[in-house]
């Protein structure tokens, strides 16, 4: 025990168990390194989990081979901490570059999750953030996007890992993924806010944009974007927000090709093909009129609420408790002819 320091030596030999793994976690990574063998004598007194993260923390400046081995070696009981054990192996894994190993792991992972209650959210902080970084190698945007949103959903805002890193390649993933066009979840993340301020300003800024469906200033930025941006996906993708943003703030149900051609800033023959395109994707329901060359829209999407669109909504409740109150005085007044 001699290489604990005198506080930790102290809460060890009062047997404070909890207080001392507080204690430990609040240590750096060479730190705990350089304390395991000591660690390893009391190991059993504590918490299980805990003793993961501190492992954990230990392989933050061994190499991924080292590390592998080194978790590998842990010796639990506990269902949370094996959990956890699993998903640290498979982050070694990554490192490594032997995704197929770590997505093992992390399916099991993910099964194992299902069946269990009552888990401590450091799980699937542990575990969302895991499949992220899988799917970020695996270049997949969609899964990315999807398992960042839960990492950040279980992990406090001031423990999230390069959030400036994260932000950017949360708006790069949610501006190329196929599939996904409910920008507005997140650009409500705090997360976002780190890159207001910074070189990806810019990228804060595109993305409000996209999201409010201003197809003529991305089509004046998209020259200066980033390869993976200079895409016909993202045009595509602001056009058709650019629909559903028009759609929900005019609270208009039947639109004209003319009229969308205006809002998309598209040819009327392109308006076919991306209103299919958004009902193919669950986005809109309704129906296209290809005579009379007119869309109606019984369904769309919900939007997330800012304070422009929940402004949007009170001036349309306001207006509809109007014309309520119109019908019913008008009801009254022709009850009272009919009594006449």
């Known amino acids: 025990m001699e290489s604990l320091s005198s506080d930790i030596r102290e809460l060890y030999e009062k047997r404070l168990w909890h207080e001392l793994t507080e204690r430990l976690l609040l240590l750096d990574s060479h730190s705990i390194s350089n304390i395991w063998p000591s660690i390893s004598a009391f190991r059993e007194k504590l918490n299980q989990s805990k003793l993961v993260l501190l492992a954990i923390k230990a392989t933050d400046e061994q190499d991924p081979d080292t590390a592998k081995v080194f978790l590998e070696n842990l010796q639990l009981q506990d269902s949370q901490a094996s959990l956890l054990l699993k998903i640290a192996i498979s982050s070694q894994y990554l490192r490594i570059g032997s995704p197929q190993e770590a997505q093992v792991l992390l399916e099991e992972a993910l099964k194992a999750v299902d069946k269990e209650n009552d888990l ?110 200079k895409t016909p996906a993202l045009l595509r993708k602001v056009k058709i927000l650019a629909m559903m943003e028009y759609v929900f703030t005019s609270g208009k149900k039947v639109l004209g090709f003319e009229e969308l051609s205006q809002i998309m800033n598209v040819r009327e023959n392109e308006i076919e093909h991306l209103v299919m395109k958004a009902m193919a994707l669950g986005l809109v329901k309704g129906e296209i009129d290809e005579v009379d060359k007119i869309i109606t829209v019984n369904w769309l999407q919900p939007r997330v609420l800012d304070q422009s669109r929940i402004s949007t909504l009170n001036s349309r409740l306001t207006e509809w408790k109007k014309t309520i109150k119109n019908v019913l005085s008008h009801l009254e007044n022709q009850s009272k002819e009919l009594l006449e």
């Open 120 to 229: 401590d959210s450091i799980i699937y902080s542990h575990l969302y953030g895991a499949l992220s970084n899988l799917y970020k190698v695996k270049a997949n945007p969609e899964l990315f996007y999807k398992y960042s949103l839960q990492y950040l959903a279980y992990t406090p805002q001031n423990e999230v890992k390069e959030p400036e890193e994260l932000a950017y390649r949360l708006a790069i993933a949610v501006l190329i993924a196929e599939t996904v066009y409910n920008l507005g979840e997140l650009i409500n993340q705090p997360v976002l806010k780190s890159l207001e301020n910074s070189k990806n300003a810019w990228l804060y800024e595109l993305l409000h944009l996209c999201n409010e469906g201003k197809v003529r200033e991305i089509e004046n930025m998209i020259v200066g974007l980033p390869d993976e941006l």
